[in-house]
């Protein structure tokens, strides 16, 4: 007999901590969690742009020049240090690109259509070297002036031709020109051997930075013309957002009301798997870097409703088994194990269509497929094992054995 009030005692002890754990974990780790959330452009502002891929010279729009031209616009990207950019094609000549977050979305714009053709002119006209025989650009500042520059470093074939031309034009001027646009034309001194060059005349290191960012990426192999632009204020973004935290808190409160009142205890327990699902959910998408939009936020609201839908399937097979007399336990056994077919092939019927939508969909539409996925996933897991888990550690320390609690 001690050792059954021992057992008891150390039932209720334990599901209290582990309640009071919870509780602690489970609000705890969901605000933080929100905080590292990478947001999408309508939830933090940025800027929506298609471009139209015109042909150049000798360069004509096709699938090569195509990918060559989003390869270099992603180099642009990531070295501007935009973070979780969207960039895609759409149909045959056209580039999808989304920058959210960044401080100047106008001016990154402006860096990723430029061309940026360099080269190196006699005064003829004759060209020595371009952007094509360059190995790095790097931005500086003149250790004596303190003046910003670009200082470039040619390949072995642009240093040989650097070189010879050099040596042989001393006092001669030697143009640089970006994008056709003479940007200083200095005198020959000396030979340059050393296959190295600068150019000068920046305001600050930032313009500098960039301009050896499209020096570095290389010339675009397609001209690109602004099709449509969608910026969105940061204002507009926080205001989404904020709209959508509360009526998802409102949806969450109104589900875990609903949840208590009508299922009792097992809804309580319901309640719990659902923090559990929340905080799992943001820990997944923050280790994958996915970016939460809108329809993201729409997504995760809808998985929350799957994982509630699959608490209810298992609850409902829970009271059968109570009222044909069973035992909690066995009850609680039976119900889970009549309910899983069931559980499993409705989320695995949204799984699949969750999918569909990732590989066939664009941009928000993407986004919702993947929180979409991440949500099912976790509820499923959270229903399946964790509401088990917590209503068979009700049912062996005996604090809650009337049916009545169980809604039966």
Known sequence: MRLGKFTIFSGVLIFILILGWYMFL??????????????????QGGVHVVFQAKELPGSPVNDKTMQSTISIIETRVNELGISEPIIQKQGKDRIIVEIAGYKNPEEAVRTLIKPAVLEFKSPEGELVVSGKDLKDAIESKDPNT????VDLTFNADGT?????????NVGRNLGIYLDGKLLQNPVIQEPITNGKARITGYKDLNEAHRIAVLLRSGALPLKLEILEKKVVGPTLGADSLRRSVKASIIGVIAIFLFMILYYRFPGFIADFSLILYATIVLGVMIALKATLTLPG?????????????ANILIFERLKEELRMGKTLRSAIDSGFKRAFLTVFDSNATTLI???????????P???FAVTLSIGILASFFTAITFTRWLLFLAADSKVVK?????GA
């Open 26 to 43: 489970g609000f705890g780790p969901v605000k933080p969690l929100v905080k590292y959330t990478t947001l999408g452009l309508d939830l």
């Open 146 to 149: 303190g003046l910003a520059e």
């Open 160 to 168: 040989k031709k650097f070189g010879d031309f050099t040596s042989k």
């Open 297 to 309: 936020i729409a997504g995760f609201v809808l998985s929350m409703g799957m994982a509630v839908d």
């Open 353 to 363: 269509a969750a999918v569909i939508l990732y590989f066939l969909g664009t941009g």
């Open 365 to 367: 539409v993407r986004g």
């Open 402 to 406: 009337n049916p009545k609690l169980y």
